[in-house]
């Protein structure tokens, strides 16, 4: 029995570092891949301006073969990087989905244990019990938050 007493507040803070941590990695996650997006956007426009140089020092093929050549692979580029935006705006809409619901209700039992810790403290009479009391909770605060 001594064993599930000291596994159990270890087992359950773990739970609550990895509800909190959980959906700050998704959103770390999609800022990423918004940046790499970014990136790639910014490497056709690089390579439209390297192509650009070169098809005037390109003589074998003609101009139009050049232009339609690389408008497709400009048009292909871009084809997928709107598919790639698509797919990380439905990971953050599912995301937001997700862990708003258990934002809020993290945020709101945490002000009710706020509460009912601050209104029983207020009912120890000794100052320094008070005391101890007070600067734990404000610090469990600053630390969970």
């Known amino acids: 029995m001594m064993l599930i007493e000291y596994l ?26 918004l940046e790499e997006l970014a990136d790639r956007i910014n490497a056709i426009d690089a390579t439209f301006h390297f192509t650009t140089a070169t098809e005037k020092s390109n003589e074998m093929m003609s101009f139009d073969d050049m232009k339609r050549q690389h408008d497709a692979s400009i048009h292909n580029e871009l084809k997928k990087c709107i598919e790639i935006h698509l797919r990380i705006r439905k990971l953050i809409a599912n995301s937001q989905n997700i862990f708003s619901t258990m934002i809020c209700v993290q945020a709101v039992i945490s002000s009710i244990i706020l509460c009912t810790t601050a ?26 938050r």
């Open 8 to 33: 159990s507040p270890l087992i359950y803070c773990g739970a609550m570092v990895a509800m909190d941590i959980l959906p700050i990695f998704f959103f770390n996650l999609s800022a990423g891949l």
């Open 119 to 144: 209104y029983s403290i207020s009912m120890v009479h000794n100052r320094i019990a008070h005391f101890i009391c007070s600067v734990c909770i404000f610090l469990i605060i600053f630390i969970s």
